[in-house]
C-alpha cells in the first residue's frame, strides 16, 4: 500500500522559513514522480514543486514559489522534503504531499489526480 505522511507544518511568520517533510513507503522511491500540491482556503489544489522520474529526476516549481521553495529527496531515508523560504501570507495553505508512476507535471501541467496522496500538513504564515 502506497503511504505518504506529511510533517513540519506550523505557523510562520512572514519572511521566515519552514521545512515540510513526506515519509513514503510501500512503493520503490526512485520509481515515482513526487511532490508537493497546495490547497488555500476557499481556492483550488494547485502544483507547488516536484521530483520527475525522468531526465535525472528533473525538478519543476510553480512561478509563485520559484526562487524561495526547494525541493529535495533522500532515497535512503525514502523521504521527500519542501524548504521554503521568504514566506509569504499567500503561501498560507494546507500542503499535500503527492506521488505518481509517471508524471506530476511537465512545467505547464499539473496532474491533480496522482496515484497517492498523503493527509496534508497546515502552513500559516502571519503577516
Known amino acids: 500500500e502506497v503511504q505518504l505522511v506529511e510533517s513540519g507544518g506550523g505557523l510562520v511568520q512572514a519572511g521566515g522559513s519552514l521545512r515540510l517533510s513526506c515519509a513514503v513507503s510501500?512503493?520503490?522511491?526512485?520509481?515515482?514522480?513526487i511532490g508537493w500540491f497546495r490547497q488555500a482556503p476557499g481556492k483550488d489544489r494547485e502544483g507547488v514543486a516536484s521530483i520527475s522520474i525522468y531526465g535525472n529526476r528533473n525538478t519543476y516549481y510553480a512561478d509563485s514559489v520559484q526562487g524561495r521553495f526547494t525541493i529535495s529527496s533522500d532515497g535512503a531515508k525514502d523521504t521527500v522534503y519542501l524548504q521554503m523560504s521568504s514566506l509569504k501570507p499567500e503561501d498560507t495553505a494546507v500542503y499535500y504531499c503527492?506521488?505518481?508512476?509517471?508524471?506530476?507535471?511537465?512545467?505547464?501541467?499539473?496532474?491533480?489526480?496522482?496515484?497517492?496522496w498523503g493527509q496534508g500538513t497546515l502552513v500559516t504564515v502571519s503577516s
Open positions: 503527492a506521488a505518481d508512476q509517471y508524471v506530476l507535471t511537465d512545467g505547464s501541467w499539473w496532474n491533480d489526480n496522482p496515484d497517492a
Open positions: 510501500g512503493f520503490a522511491f526512485d520509481d515515482y514522480a
